[in-house]
């Protein structure tokens, strides 16, 4: 199946910092979401871009689908930025197993 | 409901008792997901139900495993004789479709098998 890799699987940042996550697959995709899980558990859907750049906020994300990547950018990071971020891809052949999730990259906002 | 309901919220259960986990997808949503989610990993497709369409349950560990979804509703996730390893929280997400729009969760459902 599709792999996917996150990078860096850790990082450690102090407020009004920026920062960079990036994601790699192995195949073509038609669907590649971002979602951050809070240190509470919840999952929340922070984009749906499997080609593209999109913003929100303090947030971008763009993905190169021709060179399989995706790339989260966090700007003027807050505490509550804290937690994991998993890029989550579909590969355009189809099949009916779902998104197949990285294994998130552990972000550490200090105050 | 305005989002994904799972229920319950935690479960405690012995070893080798039944359970059942229930997720209320979004309305309107045809696509829905399980997940299974180990203390401080990543997230494991369990199976996926599209539409009417036969559900793949390639990524269901064993055949103690199972999940019913009646029509484009809610859905029940089903694991017996229940294992010490099968202790995770399970993730339930729905989609409005396959591969085109974005995936909400819910809040999930904490199993511990004692």
């Known amino acids: 199946g599709i792999q996917v890799e996150q990078s860096p699987p850790d990082l450690i940042l102090q407020e009004g910092a920026n920062s960079t996550l990036r994601c790699n697959f192995s195949?073509?995709?038609?669907?590649l979401q971002w979602f951050h899980q809070n240190p509470w558990g919840q999952l929340i859907n922070l984009f749906y871009i499997p080609s593209g750049t999109k913003q929100n906020g303090r947030l971008s994300a763009t993905t190169v689908a021709t060179e399989r990547y995706s790339l989260l950018y966090i700007s003027s990071s807050q505490t509550t930025d804290s937690g994991v971020y998993f890029c989550a891809v579909e590969p355009s052949g189809g099949g009916a197993d779902g998104l197949t999730f990285g294994k998130g990259t552990h972000l550490i906002i200090q105050p | 409901g305005a989002g994904v309901s799972q229920s319950p919220s935690n479960k405690v259960t012995e070893k080798g008792k039944d359970v059942e986990l229930r997720c209320d997808p979004i309305s309107g949503h045809t696509a829905l997901y399980w997940y299974r989610q180990r203390l401080g990993q990543g997230l494991e497709f369990l199976i996926y139900f599209q539409g009417n369409s036969a559900p793949d349950k390639s990524g269901l560990p064993s055949d103690r495993f199972s999940a019913e979804r009646t029509g484009e509703s809610v859905s029940t996730l089903t694991i017996q004789r229940t294992q010490q390893e099968d202790s995770a929280v399970y993730l339930c997400?729905?989609?409005?479709?396959?591969?085109?729009?974005?995936?909400?969760f819910g809040n999930g459902t904490r199993l511990t098998v004692t």
């Open positions: 997400a729905s989609s409005l479709g396959p591969g085109n729009s974005p995936l909400h």
């Open positions: 195949d073509s995709v038609n669907n």
